[in-house]
C-alpha cells in the first residue's frame, strides 16, 4: 500500500467516524436515530395509483425523518396507510392496496410482522393484548366488519360482520364503538348511519344505534368528559353533523349540523374531554386549486363553535394530548408531499411548514 | 429602420425546420399517385416530424404501436403492464395532449381524452409520423402536447398483394394476421385483420421473491377496411372501417399480483366507419361523413360514446407559376357525441365542432412560411381561437446537400373531455379549456455522400400551459380543476445515418431528448417543488435504432435509455433503465411459376429485454423481463 492510499484511508476513517452520527433533517435517506424520543408519527397516506404511503417521524428535539419505514427496513411499504395505532410495543399501521396491517417496533419502525387477508383495513382499537381493526371494502361490502388480532402472535383470531362500511372505532366503558353506514356500491352513496357497539364483557353483544332519516355516513367517534360518545357524519355535497349517542334509548340525537365537514370526519376530544375538534372545507381557493379548510372546536356544554386554525389543503390533523398542539398539513392534492403545520392550542402557528411524506393525514403522539 | 431590416432578416434566418420540403429524418413514403388524395393538414404543419421506419415497421407488424414507440424511439409511454393501457406523453405534457389522428380523423377517447396505443395495431398502417410540439391549427383540439398521424396507402394501379403472419412469443402469446391489397385504376382495397391473445404470467421479483403476474391475460382482434372508387378521374369515393375488441384482465400492482380479490376485467369494442368523396379540379373539395363508438365494460360498469361526424375541407394549390408556390385549405367539421357513461349526471348530447384555414406558402423555393387558424366551438363553453405560424429558411437546398433553420409558434387548446365535465354525477362544465403557448427553433441539415446519407435535426422549445386539468381529491370523490400554470421546456436532437451497397444497407438513428415540465403557479404552498420535473416523465431519454438488411437478411437492434423519474413523492425516484431489443428475419424468395407474382416466406424472431432488465413505466405495474417472439409471414406480390 503506497503512501497515497494511507493518506486516503486515513482521511476515510476520520470522515466516517465524523459523519457517522450525523443526521439531516426534512430530507429523506437518513438513517434514524432510535435514541431519540418519538413525538410525533406523522402517517403518510400516499397517492392511491403510486402507493407510495409511508411514515414520518418527528423527535422530541426537533428533527424530522421522512421515510422512516423505507429507511429501517431497505425497501418501501408499497402501499396506502390509512391511519396507524400504537399498540405499546410497535405501531400498527393499516394499509390498503396492498391490504395488510404492518406491525412496526415502536422506536426502530423494523417490521415485526404483517397481517394479510382483512380487505381495506381502515382503523384500530387497542384493548389489552387485541388490537381490534375496521374493515371497510366498498366493492366487496360482504366481509367488512371488526377484526381481532392477537397482538402476541399477531394472528387474527376474530371475526365481527358488519353492514356496511364500517370506519372509526374506540373503546370506552368496556365496549368497542364502531362508526359505520349501510352503502350503495352503484350509486357510490351512503344511506342509514348508525353506531355499533360491541359488549366485550358480554360476548361481544351488538347494539345497534340508528339516526333515522340521515343519507350521511357515520365516519368517527370521540367521548368528552362526560362520558358522552359523540360521531361525526359526512357525506360530499351535504353538510356534515355531529350527533351524540343516545345510550338510553339507543339512537343518535342532538345533531349540530356543521358547514362541509371535511370528508374523512375526524374527530378528537381535547385532553380534559370538554371540548370536541373537527375540521370543516370551507371552499376553495382562488382558481380552485386548494380547498380551504379549518379546523374548529366546539364547547361539549354550551355548544358553542370556535375557530382554532385557518389553512389550504388540510385532509386530516392530530391533537397532542399533552401539550395542546395541533398538527395538520397541506396535502397539496395527493399531487406531491404534503407540507406539515403545527399550532398551539390556540392558533398560533408554531414552525414554517416542514415537507413531510405525500398526503400526512393522521398525528399520533406515543403514550 | 435599418437595424429592424437586419433584425427581421434574422427571424427570418432561423425559420422553422419545415418537414414537408425536406429530406427527413425518414422520408415518408409518398403516395403513388397522390393527386387523388387531398393534401393532408399535417402537410401544412411547421413543426418538426418523426417517421418509423418502413423497414422496422414490417418487422413489427405483429406488434402494437405501444411496443414500437417505447421500445425504438425517445418518446416515453405510460405502461400500466404490458399490453395494458398505455399512453403517450408529447414533450412533457399530458396523454390527452396527445392528439391521434387516422385518416385525418380523431380517434382520442370522448370520455378520457386519451388513447391506449396498445390497441393500435401496426399492421393497420402504412405510414406512422409523430408531431411532437403542438399545432392545434393543424391537427385539430386537443394537440397541447403534439399529434400522431396514422395511414394508409391508397395507390389506383394494377397491382396486389397478401401478407399473411403467424407468431408465437414467451408467456403463451399469439398472434395471427392476414392484410390484404388489390388495387386496379380503378378500385383499390386493403384490408387487415388480426387476432391476438396471450395469458401475460411472466415472471418478475416482488420482495426479493419470484412471482409469475396474475390476472394479466388479454386477446383481442380486429379488422380494417380501407376501400376507393374512381369515379371518374376527377371523382373518388372512398368508405374506411376499422372494427376492434379487447378483454383483458386488469394487470394489478405487484403487491396485489396474489390477491384475488383486488383482480379486475375490462373489454372494449371500437368501430368507427365513413364514407369519403372527393372532387377534383378546378378546386378540391373533399367531404366525409362518418359514425364512431366506444363501448367499454370496466367490470359490470358501461362506458360507451357515439360520434356522428361530417368534415368538410376546400383547397387550392399554385405550383411552380410564379416565384411564389401557394396552397390553401379551408375546411372544418362537427360531431355530435352522445355519451353513454354510468357516471355521468346526465346523457346529454354535445356538439363539438371547428372551422379552419390552413395556409402555406414558398417563396424563390427558399422560404417557407405556414399560417394556419382554427376556431373550436363546445356546447356550453367558449374556446379560443387556435393560430399557428412558421418559417423556415433554406441556407442550402442542393440535390445532395441542405441546411435549415426554422422557427414556430402556435396557440393551443384542449377542451375538457367528458368525464373532466360530466363524470362523478357532477356538473364540471365551467371548467376552462386548457391553453398552450408553444414556440420552438429548428435546425436541420442533410448531406448525401454517393451512398451515405446522413440527417441530423435539432429543435428547441417551450410550452406554456395555463388551466391544465388536474384531478384533485374533493370530499370523497377527485373532481378535475384549472391549475394556473404549468411550463414544459426541452431540446431534442436526431441523428440518422444510412449507408446503402449494392446487396445490403444498414441505418443507424440516434434520437435524444431532455425535457423539463413543472407546475409553475397551482398551489399556494409549491414552493418546496420549483425546478422539480412532473412526476413518471423522464427528462432525458435516448434511443437508438439500428437497422438494415444484407442480401435477404434483415435485423433491427432498438435500444433505449430512460433516464430517472420523479414520483410524487420528493424523496424517491424511479432508477433509469436501459432496454434492447433484438430483430432478425431471413427472407426466402420462392421460385417464380410466373413472373407477375413473388412469393417470399420471412421467417424470423424477436428477444424483447434483452439484457433482462427489472422495470417498470408505472410504479408496481411489473413489465417482462427478456422473452421472445418468433414469426412467419408469407408475401405474395404482383409485379
Known sequence: MNRFSFKFLGWAVVASVLFFSCEKTEEGGEELVPQKTVKCLVVNQGNYSDANGGISVLYSDGSLVNQAYQNANGEPLAAIVESAVDCGNTWALMCANEDKIEFLDKNTFKSVAVVKGISTPRYGAVVGNALYVTSSDFYNLSTNGLYKIDLSTYKQTDYYPLEGTPEGVIYYDDCLWVASALYNAETWASYDPYVCRFQLKNDMKKDVYKLEGSTMAARHLAVDKNGTIWASLSAYGMDGQLVQVDTTERKLDNEITLAQLNYPGHIYASSTGDQIYYMTTDGYSAGGAEEITTIKTIDVTSKSITTVVSGNGFYGFGVDGTTGDIYTANVNGFQTNATMYIYTSTGEQKNEGDLVGVGACRFLFPK | ?639
Open chain 2, 1 to 639: 429602420m435599418r437595424n429592424l431590416f437586419l433584425i427581421l432578416c434574422l427571424l427570418l434566418s432561423t425559420p422553422l425546420y419545415s418537414q414537408n420540403d425536406s429530406l427527413q429524418i425518414h422520408e415518408l413514403q409518398e403516395v403513388e399517385v397522390s393527386t387523388f388524395r387531398p393534401i393532408s393538414n399535417e402537410a401544412f404543419s411547421g413543426t418538426t416530424v418523426l417517421s418509423a421506419p418502413t423497414e422496422v415497421l414490417s418487422q413489427y407488424q405483429n406488434a402494437s404501436l405501444s411496443d414500437y414507440l417505447a421500445a425504438g424511439t425517445p418518446l416515453f409511454i405510460k405502461e400500466s403492464g404490458y399490453g395494458m393501457l398505455s399512453t403517450l406523453s408529447l414533450r412533457g405534457t399530458a396523454a390527452s395532449h396527445t392528439k391521434v389522428n387516422w385518416e385525418g380523423v380523431p380517434i382520442n377517447s370522448q370520455t378520457m381524452g386519451q388513447v391506449d396505443f396498445s390497441q393500435l395495431p401496426i399492421l393497420f398502417f402504412d405510414e406512422v409520423s409523430i408531431y411532437p410540439g403542438g399545432e392545434c391549427a393543424v391537427h385539430g383540439n386537443g394537440a397541447i402536447g403534439g399529434a400522431v398521424s396514422l395511414k394508409g396507402k391508397v395507390l389506383f394501379k394494377d397491382t396486389m398483394s397478401l401478407q399473411i403472419h403467424s407468431t408465437v412469443g414467451s408467456f403463451a402469446t399469439l398472434h395471427e394476421a392476414v392484410k390484404c391489397m388489390v388495387s386496379t385504376p380503378r378500385i383499390h382495397s386493403t384490408t387487415a385483420l388480426y387476432y391476438r391473445k396471450s395469458d401475460n404470467d411472466f415472471p418478475f421479483y416482488f420482495r426479493k421473491e419470484k412471482q409469475y403476474q396474475q390476472n394479466a391475460s388479454f386477446y383481442d382482434y380486429g379488422v380494417m377496411e380501407n376501400l376507393a372508387f374512381r369515379i371518374s378521374p376527377r371523382q373518388v369515393l372512398s368508405a374506411k372501417l376499422w372494427h376492434t375488441y379487447y378483454d383483458r384482465n386488469i394487470q394489478p400492482m405487484m403487491q396485489n399480483n396474489q390477491n384475488s380479490a383486488k383482480y379486475e376485467s375490462i373489454s372494449n369494442q371500437s368501430t368507427k366507419l365513413w364514407l369519403d368523396y372527393a372532387h377534383y379540379t378546378p378546386l378540391l373539395w373533399n367531404v366525409r361523413l362518418g359514425w364512431q363508438a366506444d363501448d367499454q365494460l370496466y367490470e359490470s360498469h358501461k362506458i360507451a360514446t357515439d360520434d356522428w361526424f361530417m368534415q368538410t375541407s376546400v383547397e387550392k394549390s399554385w405550383k411552380k407559376k410564379s416565384v411564389v408556390d401557394a396552397s390553401l385549405k379551408f375546411g372544418g367539421e362537427v360531431h355530435v357525441i352522445r355519451p353513454e357513461v354510468y357516471a355521468y349526471l346526465d346523457t346529454s348530447v354535445e356538439c363539438r365542432s371547428d372551422v379552419y384555414l390552413l395556409s402555406k406558402f414558398t417563396f424563390l423555393n427558399k422560404l417557407d412560411l405556414t399560417c394556419n387558424l382554427r376556431k373550436d366551438f363546445v356546447s356550453d363553453q367558449i374556446v379560443p381561437f387556435s393560430p399557428s405560424f412558421s418559417l423556415s429558411y433554406w441556407f442550402v437546398k442542393k440535390e445532395f446537400t441542405r441546411l435549415s433553420a426554422g422557427m414556430g409558434c402556435s396557440r393551443n387548446v384542449n377542451v375538457p373531455t367528458l368525464n373532466d365535465r360530466y363524470w362523478g354525477m357532477i356538473d364540471n362544465r365551467d371548467l376552462r379549456p386548457e391553453k398552450g403557448a408553444n414556440t420552438e427553433l429548428n435546425i436541420g441539415f442533410e448531406k448525401m455522400i454517393r451512398k451515405y446519407q446522413l440527417s441530423a435535426q435539432s429543435s428547441l422549445y417551450r410550452n406554456s400551459v395555463t388551466d391544465w386539468i388536474l384531478w384533485m381529491p374533493r370530499g370523497n370523490i377527485w373532481k378535475p380543476v384549472n391549475l394556473d400554470h404549468v411550463l414544459a421546456k426541452g431540446f431534442e436532437l436526431s441523428i440518422v445515418q444510412k449507408l446503402l451497397m449494392k446487396k445490403s444497407s444498414v441505418s443507424l438513428d440516434v434520437h435524444y431528448a431532455y425535457n423539463h415540465t413543472e407546475v409553475k403557479e397551482g398551489f399556494a404552498e409549491m414552493k418546496p417543488f420549483e425546478n422539480r420535473q412532473t412526476p413518471l416523465l423522464p427528462s432525458q431519454t435516448l434511443s437508438t435504432t439500428l437497422y438494415g438488411s444484407v442480401g435477404n437478411f434483415h435485423y433491427t437492434l432498438l435500444g433505449k435509455w430512460v433516464g430517472e423519474r420523479n414520483t410524487t413523492d420528493v424523496f424517491e425516484q424511479l432508477d433509469p433503465y436501459f432496454l434492447m431489443n433484438v430483430a432478425a428475419d431471413y427472407s426466402f424468395e420462392l421460385k417464380k411459376r410466373d413472373r407477375k407474382f413473388l412469393y417470399v416466406i420471412d421467417v424470423g424472431s424477436q428477444v424483447n429485454n434483452l439484457l433482462d432488465v427489472a422495470y417498470y413505466t408505472m410504479p408496481y405495474r411489473a413489465m417482462p423481463m427478456r422473452h421472445f417472439v418468433f414469426f412467419v409471414k408469407l408475401y405474395m406480390n404482383k409485379n
